[in-house]
C-alpha cells in the first residue's frame, strides 16, 4: 500500500490575493533595495542639477583684508607694534562677474536635468516591475494552491477506485490486473499532489523573494556588510497568510 504524503505546506482559508495584494506591493516598495537605490540616485543627480544650475548664475565675491605692519627703529620694537593696526594696510572690494552667453554652463545644466529625468523614469520602471513581480507571484501561489486542491481531490477519487477494485477482485468482478492499473493510477496522482505542493512551497519563497522578506522569514541578518545566519532555520518559515 502507498503511504499518504505529508504537506510541507500550511492552509489558510481566509488567504486571499485581493486581501493581501496591496499590503505585498507596499511592503515590497519599502523593503527592495534596488527601490531605495533608485530614490538615492535621484538625490544625487538633484544635487548635481542644482549645482550645474549655480554655475549659470554671475557671480559676486567679496573680498578684505588687513595686513599689520610694524615701523619702529629697531627689530625688536617693530615686532611688538605688529598688533597696532594704526599702521596697517587695509583692502576690501566686491568683484563682478557676468558671464557672457555662457553656453557651457547652460549646456551642463541642461544634461543635469535630464539626468534627473533619467533617474526618475528609471525609478519608475523599477516600481511597476515590483508590482508586476509581486503581482505574478500572488497568482502562481494561488495556481499552486488550486493545484493542491486538485491533486488532493484526485488522490482521494483514486483511493476509492483501489478500494471499490480490491473488493470486486474480492467477488471475483475484477482481476488483478484491474487493481494494478487502479494502483498505478493512484501512485501517478500522489506524485502529482507531491510536485503541487513542491511547486506551491517554491511559489511562496518567490512571493517572499519578491516582497524582500526572505532574509527575513529565514531570521538571516545582514548589517553592514557581515552575515548573521541563526544556528536553527525555522522549519516552517513560510506561509501564505503572513
Known amino acids: 500500500m502507498f503511504c499518504k504524503p505529508k ?10 490575493s485581493a486581501r493581501h495584494e496591496d499590503k505585498y506591493i507596499n511592503e515590497a516598495m519599502r523593503r527592495r533595495p534596488d527601490i531605495e537605490l533608485a530614490s538615492l ?5 538633484d544635487i ?37 593696526y594704526s599702521n596697517s594696510a587695509w583692502k576690501a ?10 553656453r557651457s554652463a547652460r549646456y551642463q545644466f541642461h544634461q543635469a536635468e535630464k539626468q534627473v529625468d533619467t533617474a526618475m523614469l528609471t525609478l519608475q520602471q523599477l516600481r511597476d516591475n515590483v508590482v508586476y513581480q509581486v503581482r505574478d507571484s500572488i497568482r502562481n501561489v494561488e495556481t ?14 483514486n483511493m476509492a477506485k483501489v478500494d471499490t477494485g480490491q473488493k470486486r477482485q474480492a467477488v471475483g468482478l475484477a482481476t488483478s490486473f484491474d487493481v494494478l492499473a487502479f494502483q498505478r493510477d493512484l501512485a501517478n496522482a500522489r506524485i502529482a499532489l507531491v510536485r503541487s505542493m513542491i511547486d506551491y512551497n517554491k511559489s511562496i519563497i ?10 527575513d522569514k529565514l531570521n538571516i541578518k545582514v548589517e553592514c556588510g557581515e552575515r548573521s545566519v541563526p544556528k536553527n532555520v525555522p522549519k516552517k518559515p513560510f506561509a501564505a497568510s503572513e
Open 93 to 102: 572690494g566686491i568683484q563682478f562677474n557676468y558671464p557672457l552667453q555662457n
Open 48 to 84: 548635481n542639477r542644482r549645482v550645474a544650475y549655480n554655475q549659470t548664475l554671475p557671480q559676486v565675491d567679496v573680498y578684505a583684508s588687513a595686513n599689520p605692519v610694524g615701523l619702529d627703529r629697531t627689530r625688536s620694537d617693530a615686532y611688538h607694534n605688529l598688533g597696532d
Open 41 to 45: 540616485e535621484i538625490q544625487k543627480q
Open 206 to 215: 518567490q512571493l517572499e523573494a519578491s516582497k524582500a522578506t526572505l532574509l
Open 144 to 157: 499552486n494552491r488550486q493545484q493542491i486542491e486538485v491533486g488532493k481531490a484526485t488522490v482521494q477519487f
Open 7 to 16: 504537506p510541507t505546506w500550511r492552509r489558510d482559508s481566509n488567504w486571499s
